[in-house]
Structures are given as C-alpha cells and as structure tokens.
C-alpha cells in the first residue's frame, strides 16, 4: 500500500523560506518521478516540480530560480526548499510518485 505524508508547511512573510518534505512509502521510490503540485483556493491543482530517478529536474516557469526540489532516495524523501515566496505561492502543496497517490497535504501561507 502506498503511503504519502507531507510537512514541513506554515506561515511565513513574503520573502521568507520553508522546506517541504514528503515521505513515500510501499513502493521502490528510487524508480519514480516525484513530483510537488500545488492547489489555491478555487484554482486547480498545478504543477510546480518534479525530480526523475534520473536526475532531470523540471520546474513552472513561476518558481523556476526560487524552489529547488531534492530527493534523498537512501530516506524515500522528497523536498521542496522555497525561496523568496510570494503571496501567490500560497497554497496546499502536495506530493506525488505517479499523480495517482496523493498525501493530505501540506499548507503553505504567505501573509504579511
């Protein structure tokens, strides 16, 4: 059974820094493409980053230089540092292996 939990989320200031974490487990998470996704209030889900078990990163265009995204394979952890946030940053971020198994999510608030 595979198993998502997500943290790491809270509020902080425009400007400030969080570190999200994510643990897999049930499956063989160095073979799967994690990704973080990201869901505002009335928007959809959206994509923010993703990290292949090959080392290929890609990020949205609107956190590219701002979030990196790390995965420590020996943990089955994935994280996802963010920089410099933006009230539009604000949202419940979720992690994934393959957009069908999903955590509960962790919250993120930028306020001043």
């Known amino acids: 059974q595979v198993h998502v939990v997500e943290s790491g989320g809270g509020l902080v200031q425009p400007g400030g820094s969080l570190r999200l974490s994510c643990v897999v487990s049930?499956?063989?998470?160095?073979?799967?493409?994690m990704g973080w996704y990201r869901q505002a209030p009335g928007k959809v889900r959206e994509f923010v980053a993703t990290?292949?078990?090959?080392?290929?990163?890609m990020y949205h265009s609107s956190v590219k230089g701002r979030f990196t995204i790390l995965r420590d394979n020996d943990k089955n952890t994935v994280y996802l540092q963010m920089n410099s946030l933006k009230v539009k940053d604000a949202a419940v971020y979720y992690c994934t292996p393959d957009i069908v198994h999903w955590g509960q999510g962790t919250q993120v608030t930028v306020s001043s």
């Open positions: 990290a292949r078990r090959s080392g290929e990163i």
């Open positions: 049930g499956i063989d998470f160095s073979a799967y493409t």
